[in-house]
């Protein structure tokens, strides 16, 4: 498989996210610091905490909308919008003029619009991808992200506080490129059974509540929320113990660069180590994956990867550390890719929308466990918490066996009434 063979809706689908995501990490992770410093640090947790709140309720309406009215108009009429927006977020904040209040609005826009949006492109992918290709194409855009979030955040770090406006008119810029690509490749052909639905309150609490009886999903949301959950461990209890614990520690290969290393230095170097690793590394382990099936690479990665981050629960030791670093880099590599592939074979064609703007719940999931893992670690000392993410990695490789024959029973129990319904016939 190769990239020039992949559906144009997929390729511009990955070229687009890339400038989306490089554009958005310049600004949006700093905007805390930004709100904390007009507004003081509890207003600033208060108005973030309205923006997730947001994001949330509009990322339902927006899966319910794709779902009815096709993706590709909620592209690129959310992109359209975010471009006037963010023109409108640079002249606020720019040399003429600064209005903090007029900024967290803006902002709140934007993150409603992303929010709308991004069930649209989950399941743009998925209506034009198969089986056979979507181990790939999540590998890709697996690369993508990291890639883009790494750049992104690289030059925010060096250019957020003296070049705002300027990041910002890079951000509109790319929102509006986007808007025109999709407009002018992507073929929406997404085709809703039946009549078209109307939009309203009660029939998008309805369709969502048909979501949430879903068991086999539920048992994919488990998953996910367990996995996100070590996943999140890395800037939450790890980054704590390793303050603490770590003290500072002089590596001739490494302090010639960077001085001595102490805990919060490990940390960045960890995260860096992951980021690299996955850059250079997704395309072969991609094809390496090809040849294992996907319920082996799956019990492979998802083993390494928590098997890395218990030792990152208990190591001091630089070299053991990057080396964990390296395993779970490995493991993430290999098990994301297959289990996000999954997701499109369980979901019913004609909600893919609605269930990606469930399945995203799964972030804030995980995000609950990382932050719970600070509070644990503090009762406990650091080897429990190494077990408890390896116990983690075992009950999602149950849950996940479990999955594998609930949905061959549905599958088979599927193929039974077909075949009766063509004897009757």
């Not at 930004?34 to 507004?39: E, I, L």
């Not at 407009?183 to 639905?197: A, I, M, N, Q, S």
């Not at 030791?317 to 993430?332: C, P, S, Y």
Request: proline content about 2%; overall charge positive.
């Amino acid at each position: 498989m190769r990239f020039r063979d992949l559906h144009i809706n997929i390729k511009t689908r990955l070229i687009v996210s890339f400038f989306q995501r490089a554009s958005q990490s310049m600004v949006f992770p700093f905007m805390s610091i930004y709100f904390a410093d007009h507004f003081g640090p509890t207003i600033a947790g208060l108005l973030m905490l309205a923006t997730v709140i947001a994001g949330l309720l509009s990322s339902f309406f927006g899966g319910y909308y794709a779902d009815v009215k096709g993706r590709k108009k909620v592209l690129v009429v959310s992109e359209l919008i975010r471009f006037v927006s963010l023109l409108f977020l640079a002249v606020v904040n720019s040399d003429w003029i600064h209005i903090p209040i007029i900024t967290f609005f803006l902002f709140l826009i934007n993150i409603i619009l992303i929010s709308i949006s991004t069930p649209a492109n989950e399941a743009l992918i998925i209506d034009v991808s198969t089986t056979e290709t979507r181990k790939y194409v999540y590998s890709i855009s697996y690369w993508v992200t990291n890639f883009s979030l790494a750049i992104g955040a690289m030059f925010g770090s060096f250019f957020y506080k003296s070049n705002f406006f300027q990041l910002v008119i890079i951000m509109a810029l790319s929102s509006l490129l986007s808007c025109i690509i999709i407009h002018k490749f992507v073929t929406d052909t997404f085709r809703l059974k039946g009549p078209v639905e109307k939009v309203s309150i009660v029939n998008i609490f309805r369709s969502y509540k048909t979501v949430f009886r879903n068991r086999l999903f539920m048992k994919y949301f488990l998953i996910g929320v367990l996995m996100l959950g070590v996943e999140m461990q890395l800037g939450n209890y790890i980054s704590v113990r390793l303050a603490k614990e770590f003290g500072t520690q002089s590596i001739p290969e490494v302090s010639v660069f960077i001085g001595n290393i102490d805990g919060i230095k490990m940390f960045g170097i960890i995260r860096t180590v992951n980021t690299v690793l996955v850059v250079l590394l997704a395309s072969v382990v991609a094809r390496i994956s090809h040849y294992i099936s996907d319920r082996i690479s799956f019990y492979l990665g998802v083993l390494l990867f928590v098997s890395g981050y218990a030792v990152l629960a208990i190591s001091n030791d630089v070299w053991i550390l990057l080396l964990a670093a390296l395993v779970f880099t490995l493991g993430e590599l290999i098990y994301v890719p297959v289990f996000q592939a999954m997701f499109a074979e369980i979901i019913p064609v004609d909600a893919r929308s609605k269930y990606s703007a469930v399945n995203k719940l799964n972030v804030r999931g995980g995000m609950i466990l990382g932050s719970l893992g600070i509070t644990v670690g503090v009762l406990f000392p650091s080897w429990f918490m190494a077990l408890l993410y390896m116990v983690i990695g075992f009950v999602s490789i149950y849950v996940y066996r479990n999955l594998l024959h609930y949905f061959q029973d549905q599958q088979n129990k599927t193929s039974h009434l077909e075949s009766g319904d063509l004897v009757q016939s």
